[in-house]
């Protein structure tokens, strides 16, 4: 009799297994293809199948002998991981809506590439079997990058698992050189603690210029209408910052990160669409400046922001599955309902504070689809402390507009503004690099406010490299300023107008956890200058296209 259990376990636990015995599913009939799903919302559940496929096609084309390897060497995602994430369990009324957000919420586990949730049969009593069928990505990563971008190297070496025996925990051991330090990082994340949907995140650096510790526990509103939420932080970073003059660095200083966040929120109403939430935190937030032998600017001053915070938010749900938005040949959820939230927080010199106080925090995103081939995202964001002397606020506001030409096609443009006054020295706008103008170095320009147009076309092949990567390419232009320079550094380069264009490849690893887009691009910077002249390979990975 143990046997038998044991072999009925191993059954369940199996790719492409199901989580009902054979007999909970008799008298069920597959559901046809086209048939009125609507006609069984509120049907009762009867068996949850979970469906998982492997990495890799192998009945695909040009399959070679490493697919296989990969195949066999994966520990395909356990059903019971996967059961983790159901919004719904056997016995709940079918809620087409359950199915959705199941789907969506498996979609952001990066262990998997696809995910599919459906009613597949109906059975004799008018209960429903759903399947919840999935694709694994390859999560054992060898990582590996060197980049060069800007005008300055990046190596990273490293090994990372994001599905630890298929349990959806994720730990990663990296090396990392870069222009400003040398680091050895170890991380250990799991998204879904026993089911429970609380977070943890735990990390430790040692780096050239200092140390960072990290231990985060979070239970987020993993759905709509979560009836509540509640996140632990708490944190110490010491690194070297730099400071750049057309992109060269000119200033260095130690900056330490003493970081401790408390919060809890609350589902106050809501209807079947919309939900509104309002959240209470503590921040005990300090930062200290100091000295190193490359200090010839002086430093920020040291700043504690402690305080006492009240939070609303209103997210209205109306998403869409969506293709090359901003990646490509994947299915992207692009949420067109209204999203807004505002933060007001009170500096508390009780907590550690400099000074009594009040900050305000506010955001609003939306998204429309202008027409069948037109896409318009937009994002606004205002900030603003008041602090003793201090009278510091932040208004920034994003914009992209992508026009499809055809299913592999599009053009897209994006428009990025921000005004700022009395920003802080280490918080300032800047342009260059992956933060604009990529003809440019990272930190060519710096300021107190900045604006960036992009456009850019865009070509999605169908071109697959072994199944590992998916290839698309790129013809853009970059145009961007800041204003306001930095009196305690030299006259830079803020107000002139800087013009950049380039080609490129986009790589996606179609496969792969990470999901990583490596960029290999040539730019050319139209606004010459002694340190920028003649054409430039730009080589980073990133995750958007």
Not at 90 to 113: F, I, K, M, Q, S
Not at 242 to 247: A, D, F, I, Q, T
Not at 329 to 339: A, C
Not at 380 to 397: D, K, T
């Amino acid at each position: 009799m143990r046997f038998l259990m044991a072999a009925m376990l191993c059954w369940i636990s199996m790719p492409g297994s199901t989580v009902a015995f054979a007999s909970e599913l008799e008298n069920c009939a597959p559901l046809q293809t086209g048939a009125n799903l609507s006609s069984l919302q509120g049907k009762p559940v009867r068996a949850i199948r979970v469906q998982s496929e492997d990495v890799f096609d192998l009945e695909a084309e040009k399959v070679y002998w490493f697919h296989h390897l990969a195949n066999r060497t994966h520990k395909v995602t356990k059903a019971d991981t996967i059961l983790e994430d159901v919004l719904f369990k056997a016995g709940d009324p079918l809620d087409a809506e359950a199915l959705l957000e199941t789907e969506r919420l498996l979609r952001t586990r990066r262990y998997l590439r696809k995910v599919e949730v459906k009613a597949t049969e109906q059975c004799a009593d008018g209960s429903v079997v759903v399947t919840i069928h999935t694709w694994d990505n390859w999560s054992l990563l060898p990582n590996i990058s060197l980049s060069r971008e800007g005008g300055e190297s990046k190596t990273v070496l490293g090994l990372a698992e994001d599905n630890l025996f298929g349990t959806g925990n994720q730990v990663n051991l990296d090396y990392e050189n870069d222009s400003e330090r040398k680091s050895y990082l170890l991380n250990f994340r799991s998204p879904n603690l026993f089911g429970s949907h609380w977070n943890l995140n735990t990390l430790y650096a040692d780096k050239t210029d200092g140390e960072s510790y990290l231990l985060a526990l979070e239970r987020p509103f993993y759905r709509l209408h979560a009836p509540w939420a509640f996140a632990f932080h708490i944190e110490t970073d010491s690194e070297n910052v730099n400071e750049y003059l057309r992109g060269d660095e000119i200033n260095e200083y130690q900056r330490k990160l003493d970081l401790l966040q408390l919060s809890s929120g609350w589902k106050i109403a809501e209807t079947g669409h919309w939900v509104q939430r309002l959240s209470l935190g503590l921040d005990r937030q300090q930062l200290q400046f100091s000295p190193t032998a490359l200090t010839d600017f002086g430093m920020p001053e040291n700043r504690d922001l402690s305080q006492l915070w009240l939070s609303w938010q209103f997210v209205e749900a109306e998403y869409r599955q969506l293709y090359n938005v901003y990646q490509f040949n994947r299915v992207e959820d692009i949420n067109f309902g209204w999203q807004a939230s505002v933060q007001l927080g009170w500096l508390q010199p009780g907590l550690g504070a400099d000074h009594s106080g009040w900050s305000l925090k506010g955001r609003l995103d939306k998204a429309w689809q202008l027409s069948p081939t037109d896409l318009l995202i937009g994002q606004w964001q205002a900030e603003q402390l008041q602090q003793a002397e201090v009278n510091q606020w932040l208004i920034s506001s994003y914009a992209m507009w992508i026009h499809q030409l055809d299913k592999n096609q599009s053009l897209v443009g994006q428009l990025t503004y921000a005004h700022g006054q009395d920003l802080f020295r280490d918080q300032r706008l800047s342009l260059g690099g992956d933060t604009g103008m990529r003809a440019y170095p990272l930190y060519y320009q710096t300021g107190e406010r900045l604006a960036l147009a992009t456009a850019e076309y865009r070509y999605y092949s169908t071109l697959s490299i072994a199944q590992i990567f998916d290839v698309g390419y790129a013809a853009f232009a970059d145009v961007g300023r800041t204003w306001g320079s930095n009196p305690a550094l030299p006259e830079g380069t803020a107000g002139q107008s800087l013009y950049g264009v380039g080609l490129g490849i986009r790589l996606l690893s179609s496969h792969s956890s990470r999901g990583t887009m490596i960029h290999i691009d040539l730019t050319k910077a139209l606004h010459e200058e002694g340190d920028v002249s003649g054409f430039e390979w730009r080589i980073l990975a990133k995750r958007r296209f």
